[in-house]
């Protein structure tokens, strides 16, 4: 078995292949998620209330800009496709196409910043915490244009295998985020003690570094001359269809899928404001195991794109179940973690936390962490086919996958759950079915094999063929309209 994984490594499509470009991802995820788990550390310290309000209101901010989100980041396998073909001029252009995404956002931003009081009342939970929900979304959408704008850039970088910018960029807005925090919330360092507000500031500083960071490196001289990213700014109408058209599904996926878990929040917030407390922090918990692996799961999107770009789809798919290989150990180990020492993972939220509401939220928490153990394993899957498939271009059916499921397997039973008086483990349960399930979908229309001859970018010669087999594979798939 040693000599086997040996040899794997250092094969074209192994293991090293994998590592080197997902490594990077996988730390600049894993910052953010280090990023996401102190910061729920440091308001589960300063309040229950804080604690409970952070994550409905960070879920609907999430909400709101993940269809932008979702679309301009899929300039990544654009990236990654015209790089395997050897079209570098068309490599700038296409990331500009995911940068004008962002003056959309300005405007559904605006939008919802306007509407947040009369949201959240409508959400209707306690009063005290639906004051710092609306506080702390009104802060979160300040900062939604440049998220859009660190996504599209970062998949130039990521396009290109250059997996080390994107790390450094985000870990420099993690650190400013979590600096900040430490002073804006608890009044540290002579600065007022600005709890609910100073979080949201300090997040939104948070990721307008990284996209400062990625506009003034792009603009280099050296990648103008190879990939025109000055020369490429203008909307160019028949790119930025192609992007719409790839990468919507992705953008719709994100939004209607956050959407199912963020109404999943809220209703397990009508069961209890402990029980709401205690989903977060196993939410935030799990967040450790979920993010950095989504890091691979971009890399695995990057390796697909490029191997197809080359038309060698064989390596593209040893790859993929190299990455899987990687993924569920990684997953596997943690999962274990979880079941067996679910106090050490509690213990970073105790240090500071009241010990007469935070002793009933811990008990809940524990047997929540059973649930993370069991669908972590199949989040493996879910993680690593779908970005095998994205980076071929097969959106529309990741998207009609994971929102039917997650509409039909975990948000409408949570809503009789909620009605009918059960208690949070019944919609834990949901959770668990929700990721099993989709983890099988996805499994077996990768097997299906009809990815491996699709293509997002424009082809020539004899590459056109794919492209068409690409488009007719897709237009085949019912209901793959943007309205639905």
Not at 70 to 97: C, H, L
Request: hydrophobic letters at 50%.
């Amino acid at each position: 078995m040693i000599e086997q994984i040996k040899a794997r490594w250092s094969a074209e499509g192994g293991y090293g292949e994998v590592w080197k470009i997902a490594l990077p991802l996988i730390l600049s995820t894993g910052s953010l998620s280090l990023q996401f788990f102190i910061d729920r550390v440091f308001l589960t310290w300063y309040s229950p209330e804080a604690i409970a309000a952070s994550m409905p209101a960070g879920m609907l901010n999430w909400t709101v800009m993940c269809l932008f989100v979702g679309t301009a980041a899929y300039t990544a396998t654009f990236v990654a496709q015209y790089f395997g073909a050897k079209q570098p001029e068309n490599i700038g252009p296409a990331v500009w196409q995911g940068i004008h995404i962002a003056w959309i956002t300005i405007l559904v931003s605006l939008a919802f910043y306007l509407s947040s009081d009369a949201l959240f009342a409508f959400i209707d939970h306690s009063p005290e915490v639906q004051a710092l929900e609306t506080l702390y979304f009104k802060i979160l959408l300040v900062g939604a244009p440049f998220v859009v704008v660190a996504n599209a850039i970062s998949g130039f970088f990521s396009g290109l295998g250059k997996t080390w910018t994107v790390m450094w960029c985000n870990i420099a807005g993690t650190v400013v985020n979590l600096i900040l925090d430490y002073a804006w919330i608890f009044g540290n360092w002579g600065f007022p003690e600005w709890g609910m507000t100073g979080a949201g500031w300090a997040t939104v500083l948070g990721v307008i570094t990284p996209s400062v960071l990625f506009i003034g490196i792009m603009l280099r001289d050296k990648y103008d001359e190879e990939y025109h990213t000055r020369r490429g700014w203008r909307i160019n109408r028949e790119l930025f269809g192609r992007l719409i058209k790839y990468g919507l599904p992705t953008g719709l996926q994100y939004m209607l899928e956050v959407c199912a878990f963020t109404l999943f929040i809220f209703m397990i917030g009508k069961v209890g404001i402990l029980d709401l407390a205690a989903s977060n922090i196993a939410i935030n918990i799990n967040s450790l195991a979920f993010m950095p692996m989504f890091g691979l799961s971009v890399a695995v999107s990057v390796l697909v794109g490029q191997h197809l770009g080359e038309n060698k789809p064989a390596l593209a798919e040893k790859a993929t179940w190299s990455a899987y290989h990687m993924a569920f150990t990684f997953f596997g180990v943690l999962g274990v973690g979880y079941y067996a020492f679910p106090e050490l993972f509690l213990w970073p939220f105790e240090l500071q936390a009241a010990d007469e509401d935070f002793s009933q939220i811990s008990a809940i928490v524990i047997i929540l962490l059973k649930f993370v153990a069991l669908y972590s394993l199949f989040d493996a899957g879910v993680m690593i086919f779908s970005g095998a498939l994205k980076g071929a271009g097969d959106t529309r059916f990741v998207a009609i996958a994971s929102v039917g499921i997650s509409w039909g397997g975990m948000l409408v039973p949570s809503i009789y759950f909620l009605y009918a008086g059960y208690n949070v483990y019944w919609f834990w349960a949901a959770l668990t079915f929700y990721v099993c399930a989709l983890c099988v979908v996805f499994y077996f229309r990768f097997r299906q094999g009809k990815w491996q001859s699709m293509r997002v970018i424009d082809t020539t010669s004899t590459e056109g063929a794919d492209t068409l087999e690409a488009e007719e594979a897709n237009s085949a798939i019912p209901n793959a309209e943007p309205a639905s």
